[in-house]
């Protein structure tokens, strides 16, 4: 016979405005093993909880039941309590009476039946409940962070200089990002290579971070502290210990018309290449599918020239196993190119370049050594108009959303022009100007009132060439849709940003959930910003969606702190409630058939195969078994398991029935 203890709260007036807190006391005191009901105004207060701890000690409660808000709020300080005064944690319920019933229904009879009912199948439940221990997961304190923009060069020095190792994935030939294509940076001005470099060369010298470029995730398993992450090292055919950096070979490649990524087009690249002076690490790669070796078997000139034989022709890929603790995805962004834009002339007008393009050519290190000149002629243009929004909040280009930045670099990139191009002319189409963020409003103000950038509010209908001249033709909302057609030497589109291709495919290979628009998803837009889906994996950057730097750096610092308070355990401490598989004497052992339908189903791959052995070591079946480090208890296996043969603990089907047969059999 169960001795069930029922505790109600009124929550202040949340509960008690609607719900008659002591009537449902009072009929719950009636039900059938409930030893004790009892109401109060605060339960989760200290008086509150001391009410429960002494019912348990008094009447030798074997379950609680605590009628309240949501668990999410309060479960664990209920259940803390419980195990205060001796009972297991996971022998205490929590009916949730607010956001299930008070908030949701007027004050009546009805509303006070519904509440008491909640009570009732919580107590069906509870007498179903078998005392639980929470699983204990050792934990690697070693994280793999994948992305080297800034994003994952803040979270990798967080988390190194909190004393934990951190191996750093980076797909291209050196870090830095996007962050490193830019000129000077909103809202400050400042140069962004200036600000960025240092912290670049900190990551390649820190004792605690290992750096892999050129190298990128061939595939993830396990689960929260025991990730094995396999990393392909792309050959680089050239051998880093013997390698000087002196740049010899990229001299003498004669493959020297390759567009250059790190330029955005604009400029070109030799097929062995740094991408940028700055690049970290600062020694050459071959790019396979332009080398005349790779292609046609023959030229060598690198090798030729190389002082230290370092070009490696046969280097094949490596595929590294790393066992680690936690990761943070800072995969970042890509924009959408010209080509999204046929109404803008994409193939016929080379002066309409992106808002990266115009990144380079602002730059020092870039195609014009930092002199605004049109792609073209290599003119300097004396009249420019710059789009804001291309494509972005714009249903029909299947981009609905804000790119958020593009308000802001469209307001430095005009201030940039008029900074470097004094007689020039500048005119910004936009929708509504976007300048939430600190400093930011000033910083628009300043590009209108002291820079004289001309801003007409509206959009563009149109890109065209007339006699030499592109004609950009929209319609100025503010002088009630006028039309309007500027002349101009060069169109700037802010381009929208986007997820990187194959975003998706990661997701996939790490079990992370991702956007329609393929940015990976956070476990909460407000309360778990940094955190995924999956356990152990936290985002930063402009990976989840476009991001400027300081809210870019922000997150990763985040997503270092969540990592290294996971790191400050030696053990990991989970619910457990979690799938399991049965087991019964012999001859039957478990009436798990072996059928795998759960392995198949299972959106964690938290199934595995378990091998039953007789005396003589010879297999008498195979059954499912779950990995408690991995389930995450959704229950998915339950319902694809034909023999019945998993449940979850805490949830079993017979605690679930019992909880709907008291509401029916009333
Ligand atoms: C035109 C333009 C101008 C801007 N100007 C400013 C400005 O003035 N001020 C400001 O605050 N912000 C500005 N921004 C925004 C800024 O660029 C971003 O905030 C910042 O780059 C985001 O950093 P990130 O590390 O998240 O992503 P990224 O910079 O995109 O870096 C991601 C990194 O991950 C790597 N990567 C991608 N996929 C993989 C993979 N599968 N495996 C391994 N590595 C991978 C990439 O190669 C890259 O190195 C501008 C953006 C644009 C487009
Ligand atoms: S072998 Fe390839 S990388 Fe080397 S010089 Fe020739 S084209 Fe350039
Ligand atoms: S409960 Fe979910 S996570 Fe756990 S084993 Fe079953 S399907 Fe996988």
């Not at 949501?70 to 996971?90: I, Q, V, W």
């Not at 100025?476 to 060069?490: K, N």
């Not at 290294?564 to 012999?586: D, K, Q």
């Not at 058939?593 to 189903?601: D, I, L, N, R």
Request: hydrophobic share 35%.
């Amino acid at each position: 016979m169960s001795k069930i203890g029922v505790f109600i709260c009124h929550c202040g007036e949340n509960i008690s405005a609607t719900v008659d807190c002591e009537r449902v006391a009072q009929e719950l005191a009636k039900v059938e093993g409930v030893e004790c009901a009892i109401d109060y105004k605060y339960m989760c207060s200290d008086p509150g909880q001391t009410i429960i701890k002494d019912a348990i000690r008094e009447h030798h409660l074997d379950g609680v039941v605590v009628g309240a808000c949501s668990p999410r709020m309060h479960e664990p300080t209920f259940r803390r309590a419980c195990a205060e005064a001796g009972l297991n944690p996971y022998l205490c319920e929590i009916a949730n009476l607010r956001e299930h019933c008070s908030w949701v229904h007027e004050k009546g009879d009805a509303t006070t039946n519904k509440a008491i009912d909640l009570v009732k199948m919580l107590v069906e439940k509870v007498k179903r409940n078998k005392p639980l221990e929470s699983i204990k997961v050792p934990i690697t304190k070693k994280a793999l962070v994948i992305g080297g923009g800034i994003a994952g060069i803040q979270a990798s020095l967080d988390i190194a200089n909190a004393g934990h190792q951190v191996i750093l994935v980076e797909k291209d030939p050196s870090i830095g990002g996007h962050m490193s294509q830019l000129s000077e940076t909103f809202p400050t001005l400042d140069c962004s290579q200036c600000i960025l470099t240092p912290r670049m060369v900190e990551v390649a010298q820190h004792p605690n971070i290992t750096l892999y470029t050129y190298a990128e995730l061939e595939s993830l398993e396990g689960f929260i502290g025991n990730f094995t992450a396999k990393i392909r090292l792309k050959a680089k055919s050239v051998d880093y210990k013997k390698c000087t950096g002196c740049g010899a070979c990229m001299q003498k490649c004669p493959q020297k018309k390759i567009p250059s990524e790190f330029n955005a087009g604009l400029g070109t690249r030799t097929a062995i290449y740094v991408p940028f002076p700055q690049a970290v690490p600062n020694k050459p790669v071959i790019d396979r599918e332009h080398c005349n070796y790779y292609k046609r078997g023959k030229c060598k000139l690198c090798e030729t020239a190389c002082p230290t034989g370092a070009i490696e022709w046969d280097k094949e890929d490596e595929i590294l196993t790393e066992q680690v603790g936690a990761i943070v995805v800072t995969t970042g962004f890509n924009v959408k190119g010209t080509d999204f834009f046929p109404e803008y002339g994409y193939g016929k007008y080379k002066d309409v370049i992106t808002g990266l393009q115009f990144e380079r050519l602002a730059s020092a290190s870039g195609p014009t050594f930092g002199e605004i000149r049109r792609p073209s002629d290599g003119t300097i243009p004396k009249k420019i108009v710059f789009i804001a929004c291309a494509g972005s909040r714009d249903p029909a280009k299947g981009i609905p959303y804000c790119s958020k930045i593009c308000c802001m670099y469209t307001a430095k990139h005009a201030m940039l022009y008029q900074h470097k191009v004094h007689d020039g002319e500048s005119t910004v189409f936009y929708m509504d100007i976007r300048a939430g963020g600190k400093n930011y409003e000033e910083f628009v103000r300043r590009a209108i009132e002291e820079d004289h950038v001309n801003y007409v509010r509206g959009r563009v209908a149109r890109v065209y060439e007339k006699d030499g001249k592109l004609i950009v033709k929209g319609v100025d909302t503010l002088l009630s849709g006028e039309q309007v057609e500027i002349e101009a030497d060069m169109v700037v589109l802010a381009t929208a940003g986007v997820a990187n291709c194959g975003a998706e495919v990661l997701a996939q290979k790490m079990h992370i959930s991702y956007d329609p628009y393929h940015f990976f998803a956070e476990a909460h837009p407000k309360l778990k910003p940094v955190e995924t889906n999956t356990a152990g994996i936290f985002l930063a950057g402009a990976c989840q969606a476009p991001k400027d730097i300081p809210e870019t750096v922000g997150m990763a610092s985040g997503a270092a702190v969540k990592v290294a308070g996971l790191f400050s355990n030696n053990e990991l401490v989970r619910e457990p409630l979690i799938a399991v598989v049965n087991r019964m004497p012999p001859p039957v052992f478990s009436t798990c058939v072996g059928c795998f339908m759960c392995q198949t189903a299972c959106p964690y791959n938290a199934i595995e195969r378990e091998e039953i052995k007789g005396r003589d070591g010879k297999v008498i079946k195979t059954v499912a078994k779950v990995n408690p480090g991995l389930c995450q208890g959704c229950g998915t296996c339950v319902a694809f398991c034909r023999s019945k043969s998993i449940d979850i603990q805490g949830y079993s089907n017979e605690q679930v029935f019992a909880e709907v047969m008291s509401l029916l059999n009333q």
